[in-house]
């Protein structure tokens, strides 16, 4: 328990361990609001860049290349997360410009999965330019861009944001419920279950987002061990679309805030995990079918 005097902003109570004056706003020079969230992209980035480049200059690629593929890839990523979410969230916004709510990334919504598909865009169109195989640009950004998604997603802790429903397990972790954007994705489970502490009430819910960042970190420690020793080129990516489709697909079915596929009711981002995966692990079978034929 903290002492008497504190109410922290976000509180992990069965670790025992517990954050005050946690900011969504880092600086405001000039009155322009930088928020954690960004912070945490921006750091990914970076971080995916840095180690990305060492394993290329490692193995004797060019840098040039792969500078270039952060140049084009984070706009492409970018334009995939806005748009696969507005694509399956457009009600919300129903009756607006396009362009003027497409550039409205300070008001939220953004999807892992349109972001994925614009950077595997962005490899496609320049391997083909650059006249590299595809496969091997692939497997070599990869586990960079693993990387950027787990230093990401600590962006969610700062917004209070893409939790899931009530427990008491291990890593439950408590929200102060003024601090939490509205009340859209808070479950009758968890209004029922508010806590109420030294003056503060909390809502007590799973951290999904740092379930997904842990399980992606592990990812990322396979795909970098695993590399030197794979078998054809493609693998590695493969296995990062089997890995994550398998850690999405258990995580989101943890979360409240799901994006629905048109009106069937089924979690849309769900069966792009499952289908994902699906069809990493096929192309993985005939893949290492190939390459021990070709022994």
Request: hydrophobic content about 50%; charged content about 15%; overall charge positive.
């Amino acid at each position: 328990m903290p002492p008497d005097h504190i109410t922290p902003d976000i509180w992990f109570p069965n670790l025992g361990i517990y954050f005050e004056n946690v900011p969504k706003v880092l600086i405001s020079p000039f009155g322009f609001d930088i928020y954690m969230y960004a912070v945490c992209i921006v750091l990914g980035i970076i971080a995916a860049y840095i180690i990305g480049m060492r394993y290329v200059k490692k193995t004797e690629q060019n840098v040039e290349v792969y500078t270039d593929l952060l140049v084009i890839g984070v706009p492409f990523a970018l334009v995939g997360l806005r748009v696969y979410y507005l694509a399956f969230n457009w009600d919300m916004y129903s009756g607006q410009s396009f362009l003027r709510v497409f550039f409205n990334f300070r008001d939220g919504g953004l999807a892992i999965f349109g972001g994925i598909i614009g950077s595997v865009l962005a490899a496609f169109i320049l391997s083909r330019r650059r006249k590299i195989l595809f496969t091997v640009m692939a497997d070599t950004a990869i586990p960079s861009f693993v990387l950027g998604q787990v230093i990401g997603r600590f962006g969610n802790f700062f917004n209070r944001e893409a939790f899931g429903g009530y427990t008491d397990n291990l890593f439950a972790m408590r929200i102060r419920v003024d601090q939490t954007p509205g009340t859209r994705h808070i479950t009758d489970e968890i209004f029922a279950n508010i806590v109420r502490i030294q003056g503060a009430e909390y809502y007590q819910v799973h951290p999904t987002f740092f379930y997904e960042a842990f399980f992606n970190f592990l990812l990322f420690l396979a795909m970098i061990i695993y590399r030197p020793h794979k078998r054809f080129d493609g693998e590695i990516v493969l296995y990062y679309f089997l890995g994550y489709g398998v850690i999405r697909f258990f995580v989101e079915r943890l979360r409240t805030d799901q994006m629905i596929f048109l009106n069937t009711g089924l979690p849309l981002n769900q069966m792009m995990a499952a289908l994902v995966a699906a069809i990493a692990a096929g192309l993985l079978i005939a893949g290492h079918s190939r390459a021990k034929n070709r022994r």
